[in-house]
């Protein structure tokens, strides 16, 4: 199974700062990449498809980047509502894994 | 509006089946292979497996963890997929979610139910 690797497991930070979070994976998975945040008790909501596509209706401050075994997800300003834990995942091979998410919090 | 409800959770004895239904609406059921993601207390997100639409197969693929045991099958007709869970074990206790597959592939997961409790305790 591909082993997929995020950094930070949690970070602090203020409304407004720009907030990456990088994920790695244990081989070349082109950019078969995803990003969900699942907010406290609700469901995972898909944000970015394919490395660096934004999902219909999610707001333009998140994006993503990156090919191969190392892309990156950014909040370009962080807002009260994106408090969240947020998980990549690999579709390039079976079975699809997600790497072990990141807590976002206010500092 | 897309919309997928699970069903079907609860407390059960370890050896024991449960089956999870996911009622789809806002879209044409058929089209679309479906995937089941669970989520253990306080854990990581974890694949459970999938079922194709029968464009593709119909056909299914399933985590190490549950091959065997676990059964994905689905009524187009009614606009259900259901999970078929036998012999279950105390580490499959887990919010289970159903999720839409985006494209022709085993993901992207574009929409999830609100997800299902499933505890396994005697």
């Known amino acids: 199974d591909i082993q997929m690797t995020q950094s930070p497991s949690s970070l602090s930070a203020s409304v407004g700062d720009r907030v990456t979070i990088t994920c790695q994976a244990s081989q070349d998975i082109s950019n078969y990449l995803n990003w969900y945040q699942q907010k406290p008790g609700k469901a995972p909501k898909l944000l970015i498809y394919d490395a660096s596509n934004l999902e219909t209706g999610v707001p333009s401050r998140f994006s993503g980047s990156g090919s191969g075994t190392d892309f990156t997800f950014t909040i370009s300003s962080l807002q009260p509502e994106d408090i969240a834990t947020y998980y990549c995942q690999q579709y390039d091979n079976l079975p699809p894994t997600f790497g072990q998410g990141t807590k976002v919090e206010i500092k | 509006e897309v919309q997928l409800v699970e069903s079907g959770g609860g407390l059960v004895q370890p050896g024991r089946s449960l089956r999870l239904s996911c009622t789809a609406s806002g879209f044409t059921f058929g089209d679309y292979a479906m995937s089941w993601v669970r989520q253990a207390p306080g854990k990581g997100l974890e694949w459970v497996g999938f079922i194709r639409s029968k464009a593709y197969g119909g056909t299914t693929e399933y985590a190490a963890s549950v091959k065997g045991r676990f059964t994905i099958s689905r009524d187009d007709s009614k606009s259900i997929a259901y999970l078929q869970m036998n012999s279950l074990k105390t580490e499959d206790t887990a919010v289970y979610y159903c999720?839409?597959?985006?494209?022709?592939?085993?993901?992207?997961?574009?929409?999830w139910g609100q997800g299902t409790l499933v505890t396994v305790s005697s």
């Open positions: 999720t839409r597959v985006m494209g022709s592939s085993w993901s992207p997961f574009d929409y």
